[in-house]
């Protein structure tokens, strides 16, 4: 896949979710685990245009998985709500900017996937599963298939609109069935997890500068001239497409950020991982992580999700 350039206008918005002491979707058995006391989960989401760009082609997702689609809050328009969650689902998209259709490329994938997921339901719920390893390849395989279907969504839709066919974005995406978390990401957006007082990134970038880290052409320090050259998203101009998944289970305590390269292009890990450790209100937290990346310069679209668990 040939190297892509670094990447409609929304205003800054943001709303807190609450799921307190509500049933959740049962497992895969592979992620199975005992169930340590359910969490009152807070989510708070934001999305800024910068101060740079003239248009903001980031998307996000938050919304709860029931037998409908909940959306809780999302950068794509007016929410409905669900008062009985099964799931949550957590999604940042970034458009791939210097094309026409970034903002009409993350639109698009954060409502297809969305869409897709839900149709997975049925199945994940499935309690007469045997076979753990066999269960968790379906998810996978269904998953790295939702993002091709997704793919191919995002070229008709281009036809459709008359809009150039290579249209890409990130996508990064959470999906929490208390407490087991399945993370899917292609791009540079990213995920991470918050443990007691640490942080750790559960996401690599996809990018030209770490694949010539990766394999030891480049030290890290001279490989900034490639940082925003992806070699995986969603769409683009090849049909080759990789995406990294995750599983984990959360704990009490945890706190999940998914956020664009707006944001960590100005703030170092080390730096979230002090702000995620303050003792403030959760819409606090997320405000003052895009206010400070605007403050550094707000060179592209600021897009921050904030779980707490």
């Not at 869409?115 to 076979?131: F, G, H, S």
């Not at 605007?294 to 921050?304: F, P, W």
Request: aromatic share 4%; proline share 6%.
């Amino acid at each position: 896949m040939s190297p892509i350039p670094p990447h409609r206008t929304d205003p800054t918005s943001t709303q807190a979710v609450e799921l307190a002491e509500q049933p959740t979707l049962p497992l895969p058995r592979g992620l199975r685990r005992p169930r340590p006391p359910k969490p009152i989960i807070e989510v708070w989401g934001a999305t800024s245009r910068g101060r740079v760009r003239k248009e903001n082609e980031d998307q996000y997702l938050v919304a709860a998985l029931d037998r409908g689609l909940g959306v809780r809050r999302t950068s794509l328009g007016p929410a409905t709500t669900t008062d009985s969650p099964q799931g949550l689902l957590l999604a940042v998209a970034d458009g791939v900017g210097g094309r026409a259709g970034g903002a009409i490329a993350s639109a698009t994938a954060v409502d297809a996937i969305a869409r897709d997921v839900l149709t997975a339901m049925p199945w994940v719920l499935d309690e007469d599963a045997t076979d753990d390893d066999r269960l968790e390849l379906r998810l996978d395989a269904w998953i790295s298939d939702a993002f091709r279907r997704t793919q191919r969504t995002m070229r008709r839709v281009a036809e459709d609109q008359g809009i150039d066919p290579r249209m890409a974005t990130t996508f990064t995406m959470a999906y929490v069935a208390w407490p087991g978390l399945i993370v899917a990401h292609v791009g540079d957006s990213r995920c991470y997890l918050w443990r007691d007082e640490e942080l750790q990134r559960l996401t690599s970038d996809h990018t030209m500068a770490q694949h010539l880290v990766a394999e030891g052409h480049l030290r890290p320090e001279e490989a900034a001239p490639f940082d925003h050259m992806l070699v995986n998203t969603l769409g683009g101009s090849s049909d080759d497409l990789w995406v990294e998944l995750h599983r984990l289970t959360l704990e009490p305590g945890d706190q999940l950020l998914l956020c664009s390269d707006g944001l960590t292009g100005h703030l170092r890990d080390h730096e979230l991982r002090d702000h995620l450790g303050r003792d403030c209100a959760i819409e606090t937290a997320v405000e003052d992580l895009v206010a400070h990346a605007n403050a550094r310069g707000g060179r592209d679209n600021i897009t921050v999700v904030l779980a707490r668990f």
